[in-house]
Each structure stands twice: as C-alpha cells, then as structure tokens.
C-alpha cells in the first residue's frame, strides 16, 4: 500500500494529506440548517453535517492532494449515526482515488489488536462471506502495548495489502512526559523508532519505503531529523502543521533527499480556512474554493522549504 | 462513579467484572443460525448473534456481579452493526443496573481526546439537545500521549460524574518492551502510576478512591504489589485472569488490606465457559448457566486467595 501513496504523491506533486476532522463549529450555517430541518437537532442531523461538509471539501480537492486522513473521534462524537458519517466519508474518497488513512490510535493485545486491524484494515468472515466493515488503506496504531499490540496490524498489512503509521513522537505539548523520557541513554520514542524498523522489515515495497510508517509531530523538527535518519525506510506521517504551530520550514528535515518519505497532514488550516481572515474573501458559501485555496498554499510552502533548504 | 462501583462491590462481595468480548467461534450454533436466518451471513447477522450471547449471559450473571467491561473492538470488527450491538449491550447492562466500564482503550491530543470522551462518558450538543452517545460508566484510555491526552478525558469524569482507568502496565507478554523499561532508575509504568495520582487527586469519592483507576495485569503480581503501594487511591482493573494465566494467588497483592481497590476481569473464561471441560456438563444449550458457574468459582477463587493471604 506504501508504494501507491507515494505513487500518488509523485503524481500530485504534494506531500500532503488533509485532515477530514470535522466539527460542527467548521461547518457553516447553510450546511446545518439544511441538516437538521431534514433530521433534526439529533445526533442523524450532527452526521449529515460532517458528510455533507466533508463532501464539499473533497470535491474541492481531491484532484490537488494524494490522501485523506478523517479522525474517527470526530465521528465517533456522534455515537452510531457518527460513524455511520465516518463509514461514508471513507468510501466517498476511495471513490475518488484518494488513499484513505483512518486516523484510529487503535492498540490493544493479540486478538483483540486482530479484531481492530480486520474491522480498520481487513475483513471478516460471516459464516461463508468475507466482508471488508470500514475499508481504510492505512491506520494509525499506538504502540504502547508492545509487540504483541502492534504485529497483528502488521499482519493485516501484508494479507490485505494495507498500511499503519505507529505513533513515534506525537505533535501534542505534553508528548514528552513519557516520550521523551531516556532510557539507557535514548528518548523512549528512538526506541520506539528502532521498533518501527522490526515491525516494518519486510513489508519494504518497490518505492523502498515499508508499509509500516511512523507519526512524528510537525512541532518537533529536531527530532525530527533524527528520527528520518533512524528509520529511513519509514514513510513519516507529520501531524501539528498549520493550527498546532509547525510551519514549512520546520518540515525539511522530515524529507529525504529525493523529497520524498514524509506526508504532512493539516485539518482545521484546511477544513475551516474559510473562517480565518486570509481566505475569508471566498465567503462561507465558497468554504470548498477556501479549502482549495488553502491546501495550494500548503503545497507552495512546502515545496520552498524544500526547495531552500 | 467510583463510589459506585465500590458500593456495587461490597453488595455483591465479588470484585469481579466480566469481560464481555464475544467472538463468534463462542456462540453456540443455536444462537448463530437464529440470527443468521433472520439477517443472513453478514454483518447484521453477526452483530445481532453478539447481542443475544450478550443478552443471555448478563441475564444469568447480573445478580452476582458489579460491572462488565464490553471490548469495543470485538463489535467493531463487524462495522457499524457491530457497534449498534455494542451500544444495545451497554443499554441493557446500565439497565440492569450494572456499572459499564468500556474497554476502549482511546487515547490522542486535545480537542480530539476531547471528542473520545465526550462519546463515551459524556454528552454532545447539536443544536439546542444535549445527547448521550454511548453512555458508558467508565472508559480505558492509553497514556501515551501524555497528560493533553489524558486530561480531557479526567475533565468529563468531573462533569458527567464518571470514570477511566489508565493502562499502566498491560498484561500481555511483550508490555515489558516499553513499559518496563527504567527511566532514571524507575520504569516506565511507575512513571504513568504517579502520573494516575497526579490525573486523579481532586477525583477522590467518599470511598477514598479516585474516578482515575489504572489497569494492571494479573500476569504481573509483584508489579502489581509495587503500584498497589504507589497508587493508593487508584481502583486497579486488574485483566489477564484465567485464559491469560494469572490465577487467585497472583491477585492477592492487587487489593488492599480492607479487601477493596481492585476488580479482576474474566472474559472468556465465562462467557466461553460452556465450551471448557471443566464446564461442558452444561451443554451449549445452557451456556448461560455454565457462565454463571464460571462466575462462582471464580468469587470462591479469588475469595480463598484474599483470606489466606
């Protein structure tokens, strides 16, 4: 699955994936009212939103950007008709060619970590059928657990042609609490890291890059650095661009060479740039035209960081 | 909530919750073509065979126990029927006045842990209504990301009088790989155990407990005795009794000397009883009343191991 992400990059030209974590706060007034005068005020009305929004979005942009990643706790806020939302926006972007990576933070033990990757990744049999329930092409996967939380969805990988991102070094302000902690001399999320390595070793696809990839937060581009060199067979997955604070130039370091080997996700900068004053020309009915405005921005201030550094 | 929970275990005099993570190799045939002719073999047909397992197992059970721990992702492996037989199972335990711990396991940054627990423990607003999502009492959530991940979910326990249980230390085989490992002399799993302190200080009840309880594996009895001492006000979920081999005497140093402050789970060692040896003179017509027997014995069990501790 690897190689067909980093064949759609290549195709784009941007490293670039959009954060589908919609809230209802994103989405303009034009959009709700619709919603809820067909389902009411109700968690139904919350979900026709999100896929309505989300919809718009993606038209927008899908022929600008390789992949998409919706957060299932947004969703899941929702309860059924939530997910039923989220079940939706995944189908809807694999129509649409783009590569689907479910924003999950799933991790648990043995059979239970299989149930997640087959529900996110596989599929299930029923009796005689065999049935694929979400669909995702990749998932993000905590590694706290170990091992044994983890090989399952490297097992799901290689049967189903699939991917993970492991979360390594988090974007978040207080990762460090524990992930940076040392341990014989090395921050948790090096060894972390080297893990990511194990689990990934033979899954190296023809693009040289493992199906197993890893998430390191756009805010911390030291680490960063030191991180692409220890894994350099990982696709990075860097969140906390944008709204968190991480800007192109902080990227570089993510990149190899040859400007491949990291994908850099940004949501609100995208979903909502219509609510913030450079984009607010495009008015909240164009909220679409803002998004795609927005992720050309992104597109040209990544590529300079690049291209510069 | 924890004042609930204890209150429910000094009625019951059995600190035990059943794990309820159905697999369909666990339900007998009757159940499964029942739901099979009615729904096909698909999803729904699934789904619909995990509630009635659920249903007839809580039905023979609920007096003697305080609290189930539904597994989510044993229903999201079946998609979004899956997850409407979870929410039919949290229902029907809450109705028949269980305390529902969701095992879970979420866990991210900020606004989108935010969302997880707003979900699970909480309520979300859409328009004018305040709406319940999944409505369970407790959530477990993986600390990883540190306190930003953590945090929201402590915010909810205060608002909506709930509660979580952190994983500190996980009973599976390969938990050591990042928890065991020594930071400044200590490992990481004590680490998190003062981190559960510092989460819960101002979430102590009147039974001297925390709404922030912890998660320690049975399979680790002398961790267990270490963080029992550190984390004095934490309840301690205790999982990996019985299928994963820890038994009674392992439990004893988990609970504190007033015979309180932890609850041992057992998934399939009753829900699957019927299909053990030890069970099978039930038949898998009266799987119900071989899981009652399972929960006996295992009060007796781990009552034996607290008196002659």
Redesign the interface.
Known sequence: MIDRLVEKIKQTEAPIVVGL?P??NFIPEQILAKS?REFG???E??ADALFAFNKEIIDATSDLIPAVKP?I??Y?????P???AF?KTVSYCREKGLVVIGDV?????????A??A??HLGT?K????T?A??GEDFATV????????VKPFVDVCKSHDRGIFV?VK??????????D????GKP?YE??GE?VNEWGADTIGASGYSDVGAVVGATYPEMGKVLRELMPKAYILVPGYGAQGGQGKDLVHFFNPDGLGAIVNSSRGIIAAWKKEEYAKFGAEAFGAAARAAVLDMKEDIREAIASA
Chains 1, 2 share one sequence.
């Open positions: 974590d809230q209802l809820y005020e109700t968690l009305g919350a957060q706790a947004m899941e806020r929702y309860g059924i939530g997910l039923i079940e933070k799933r991790g648990d033990i043995g059979s239970t970590s149930a997640y087959d529900a299930v029923v009796g005689n059928n049935i329930p979400f905590n590694p706290y657990l170990g091992t044994d939380g979360l988090t974007s978040n302000p207080s990762s460090g609490e524990f992930q902690r040392l341990i014989d948790l060894w972390v893990k």
